[in-house]
């Protein structure tokens, strides 16, 4: 399984390089708003440091405008993916990027089918968001669970991206389902490795080894 940082924060991305963490990283707009840099000057930062799948969103909402912007941000590095909304339009670019060899990740999904079409489209990458499905009572990993199982009875080559990771509850149900990839925000990397339990082991640890005579 697949750890991609879902964050634009340079430091972060260091950090959880440093671990063996980060196979790639996925960004969005919000993300990168709060660096309070150009996106390109934070795209660049980025990509001297990852050399693994890195996700950059058009904004635009038609195809011609995403097929453009896409084509623009592919310029800025060969790791670059290109991140499209599973909208009508989106999958005619999605389409499109595809029929050039470019790799898509069709973001936003919520349903199976959504994940269908964007398979059938194309897209490198589908990436159902499982936290806000959970917002608003649904349960967001049965989603990854069927198109996992839509996937495998096809055989599509898309890989599966579970984003709008809240917990490590997520990270763990998505490894046990197979799921290829996960984008996980920094702190909850963090968390994945923390337990109190380990923690008073150290502590134990510490406090025998003070009780051991030095000569």
Do not use: C
């Amino acid at each position: 399984m697949k750890f991609f940082i879902d964050t634009a924060n340079i430091e972060e991305i260091k950090e959880a390089k440093s671990l063996g963490m980060v196979d790639g990283v996925t960004t969005n707009p919000s993300l990168i708003a709060r660096e309070k840099k150009s996106f390109e000057a934070v795209v660049k930062e980025i990509l001297k440091v990852i050399d693994g799948p890195v996700s950059l969103e058009v904004m635009s909402l038609d195809v011609d405008g995403m097929f453009k912007e896409g084509k623009k941000l592919m310029k800025l590095g060969d790791q670059v993916v290109i991140k499209v909304p599973m909208t009508m339009d989106g999958l005619k670019a999605t389409r499109r990027f595809a029929a050039e060899g470019i790799p898509v990740n069709q973001t936003l999904i919520f349903s199976p089918l959504q994940a269908l079409m964007a398979a059938k489209a194309g897209a490198a990458y589908a990436s159902p968001f499982v936290g806000r499905l959970d917002d608003i009572a649904h349960d967001g990993m049965a989603l990854v669970e069927q198109i996992l199982t839509i996937y495998d009875q096809y055989g599509y080559d898309t890989e599966v991206i579970v984003a709008s990771v809240r917990h490590p509850g997520h990270v763990l149900e998505a490894a046990m389902m197979g799921a290829d990839i996960a984008t996980i925000p920094f702190k909850v990397i963090q968390q994945l490795a923390q337990h109190p339990l380990t923690d008073r082991g150290v502590d134990t640890f510490l406090a025998d080894w003070k009780k051991v005579p030095k000569k």
